[in-house]
């Protein structure tokens, strides 16, 4: 092996990147793992940096340090979320939940992929060339395996020639971090109106006296300019000061992600994967990593890959695309947050649907129909 050639190398140190080269490492701790990114570490990345306990989770059974990881932040531990037509649902998580602003929490990740020996390199990846039995990165890198783990804009997803995204499957957002006084201490804030519908405003204090605050809006048609995105903001957000506010992109899922072919994967953003309903893609992004690093070196890594991700996320991601496609309209957003708000095990359930693998069952269905009865007797 010549010494630019690698086992695997991973183009993106987000959170899919470096979880994807901390679970390869932990398949096999003597391959040579190389990770690239065009940025230099600490880095910030437009988010809302809510953190799922799933995501959590994913970590923690890859033998990362999750305490450390959140170090220096409050647990978040309710939800308050008002629906387009003001119904209100408060209710505590049955998981903690934390924010940890993404320049802390990509930074702790990377290092924890280079404690557990990968190489971080900067380099902004341009080409990416698979050939039967290696992929070439930039004409001068060689690699068993190459995983795609570089956002929402991804390189690797284009030159892999993956499908571009279906019509009403982007979202786009604006983020900025405020003083968290106007809003209580660990409770994650939603809140929405008809307006530019499907879209919605949050506020998640992050436990050292700021708030991370911002508006996200699926396009549907014109992509919103950034100055109704921010009259959006605080419009719903009454008590916001004027603040600097950085956008970005999100590629949400639909039923069926594409995530490679041959010694290509693509994970997180770069697999469209993010969770169409909430905007939900950390969770994904650690998990779908951890699973491509863990498939990069077996002998059919796709397939490998493709099915552990089927297990795991399949019947959830179909779930998700068909909840979107009905909450194209407000009025079903009222009735499950009347649902969640009366009571407390659908509100659970709704949550792992939005922050989890979740999936619509039986007794949701059961809340939805006598929310729906409620309703009506009210009308
Ligand atoms: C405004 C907003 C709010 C959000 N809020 C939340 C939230 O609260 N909770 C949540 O779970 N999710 C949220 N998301 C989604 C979440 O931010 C993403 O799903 C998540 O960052 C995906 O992780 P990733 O590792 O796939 O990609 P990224 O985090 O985007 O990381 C990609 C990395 O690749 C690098 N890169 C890009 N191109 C190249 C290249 N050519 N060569 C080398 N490196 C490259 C970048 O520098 C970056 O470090 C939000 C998204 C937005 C836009």
């Known amino acids: 092996m010549t010494a630019n050639t690698w086992d695997l190398v991973v183009v993106g140190a987000g959170p899919a990147g470096s979880t994807a080269a901390i679970a390869a490492l932990r398949a096999d701790p003597d391959a040579r793992v190389l990770l690239l990114d065009a940025a230099a570490f600490p880095r910030d990345k437009v988010c809302g940096d809510g953190v799922a306990p799933h995501a959590l989770d994913v970590l923690a059974d890859l033998g990362v340090d999750v305490a450390a990881l959140v170090a220096g932040t409050e647990p978040i531990t309710s939800l308050r979320m008002v629906s387009p037509g003001g119904v209100v649902a408060a209710r505590t998580f049955a998981r903690q939940a934390a924010v940890v602003p993404r320049v802390l929490l990509d930074e702790r990740l990377v290092r924890a992929a280079v404690a557990s020996g990968a190489v971080l390199r900067r380099r902004r990846v341009r080409t990416v060339v698979a050939a039967e039995d290696e992929v070439l990165v930039d004409g001068d890198i060689r690699a068993r395996v190459v995983v795609g783990a570089d956002g929402a804009e991804s390189v690797v997803r284009r030159q892999c020639g993956a499908r571009p995204a279906p019509a009403g499957t982007v979202a786009v957002a604006l983020r900025g971090y405020a003083p968290a006084d106007p809003w209580p201490a660990g409770e994650q804030l939603l809140t929405m109106t008809g307006a530019d519908w499907p879209a919605y405003a949050w506020a998640f204090p992050v436990g050292d006296g700021t708030a991370n605050v911002g ?136 949550v792992e649907i939005g922050l989890g693998a979740g999936k619509v069952n039986a007794h949701l269905l059961a809340a939805l129909a006598r929310a729906t009865g409620r309703h009506r007797g009210r009308a």
């Open 215 to 350: 508006y996200g809006q699926l396009v549907t048609g014109v992509v919103p300019t950034r100055a109704r995105m921010t009259e959006r903001l605080h419009h719903l957000l009454p008590d916001l000061a004027p603040l600097p506010l950085r956008g970005h992109r999100l590629p949400l899922s639909t039923g069926r992600p594409e995530v490679g072919h041959g010694r290509v994967l693509l994970t997180g953003d770069a697999a469209s994967l993010v969770n169409p309903l909430t905007g939900e893609g950390i969770y994904y992004a650690v998990l779908s990593g951890g699973l491509a690093g863990a498939a990069a070196l077996t002998p059919d890594p796709a397939r490998a890959y493709r099915r552990a991700l089927r297990e795991r996320l399949g019947g959830h991601l179909r779930h998700t695309d068909l909840l979107a496609r009905l909450t194209r309209r407000p009025w079903p957003l009222d009735l499950a947050t009347a649902a969640a708000a009366a009571d407390q095990d659908s509100f659970d359930r709704f």
